[in-house]
Nanobody, 123 residues
Framework: QVQLVESGGGLVQAGGSLRLSCTAS????????MGWFRQAPGKEREFVAA????????YYTDSVKGRFTISRHNAKNTVYLQMNSLKLEDTAVYYC????????????????WGQGTQVTVSS
């Protein structure tokens, strides 16, 4: 059974940092893109960042560029999201995803999902 398990979420003050991790089990995703999405209450799930299988290319939504960094460690079957200078509007459940097809920025095109980890930014 394929599982993606996120960790590292929590409560942080505005301006602070968190590092999310997502580890896969059941199959390797070392040849597949991986990504992060988030969903705030009452809003649709939105694309945050993605990374190619090699880690050579990364993609971000405009609102997190310069603050968030996605990376991966293929030997550990793990993808990370380093989040710096956090803002109140970053509060959401963050989901790890793997193996997309089509439009990587569209959550419906990703094949595997984690259960999510809550990130809450306070003032």
């Amino acid at each position: 059974q394929v599982q993606l398990v996120e960790s590292g979420g929590g409560l942080v003050q505005a301006g602070g940092s968190l590092r999310l991790s997502c580890t896969a089990s059941g199959r390797t995703f070392s040849s597949d893109p991986m990504g992060w999405f988030r969903q705030a209450p009452g809003k649709e799930r939105e694309f945050v960042a993605a990374i190619t299988w090699s880690g050579t290319s990364t993609y971000y939504t405009d609102s997190v560029k310069g603050r968030f960094t996605i990376s991966r460690h293929n030997a550990k079957n793990t993808v990370y999201l380093q989040m710096n200078s956090l803002k109140l509007e970053d509060t959401a459940v963050y989901y790890c995803a793997a193996d997309p097809e089509g439009n990587w920025r569209d959550y419906v095109d990703w094949g595997y999902w984690g259960q999510g980890t809550q990130v809450t930014v306070s003032s």
